[in-house]
């Protein structure tokens, strides 16, 4: 269970009751959160690479490398958005179907690797080309070691290679807010659950003052409290070391 999450509260005026449980920081620092993440992650390209293989679309693995000149993660982290614009443009002009799931790896010289699972169709000659001519380096590669310019065969191919990626760390010399994973805006998302508690409105609570506030609004409104973890009435608890910057919602890129 997480534990710098803080809590989620919903409030119930007709029942004259706020319901309270826990907050997951949902952040990759966070060991407990990390393996819900990763998990989450490998389901959803998973899934999104069923349909696409069901339908007859083919998908493609690429490692694209940071440009020689960038030494360090960070270097390669700060140049990326820049140099991944201009190729994403220049990818969607390739294929009526422009999806991708991208998972930055922190590579052992200490640079930045980026791989992808892609609905693109080029090849590694186009990769290099054209990559290099957008800011990264110019040892790109369409298909896993290899196998260079294959084609994704199966969803386990994927997840074998999406798991792997995802079980790497990134180290320390990682830019704030940097995505562990980002997703093209269709890549099929994952069905959540059906649960009854997903309906409700939930409103984050991750300081002490918040807590006073929340807790305040409720005695004036008459509402009783619920913490639905036990079922019993809420006892306050201490958030203190809880700050918002460690609240960075990871699930929604
Ligand atoms: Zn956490």
Redesign the pocket.
Known sequence: M????GLLITYQYVEHRALITDA????WQ?P??QERLKDYWLLHAQHGASLFLGRGVKLFFATITSHENTRTFSQGASIFPDAWGKLHKRLNRTSDICEYLLIPEHHKDGRLHMHAVWTFPVDTRWLKDNGRECGFGFMNQIGRKHHRDECVESVADVGRYVSKELSKQLGDNVPKRFHRIRRSAHWEKLPLPDSESSAYDWQYIGSNGKQEMVIEECQRLHLQMVDIRTGELFDAVDLGTITLSDHVNAMTL
């Open positions: 997480c534990k710098r999450g997951d920081c949902d952040s966070c407990e959160c």
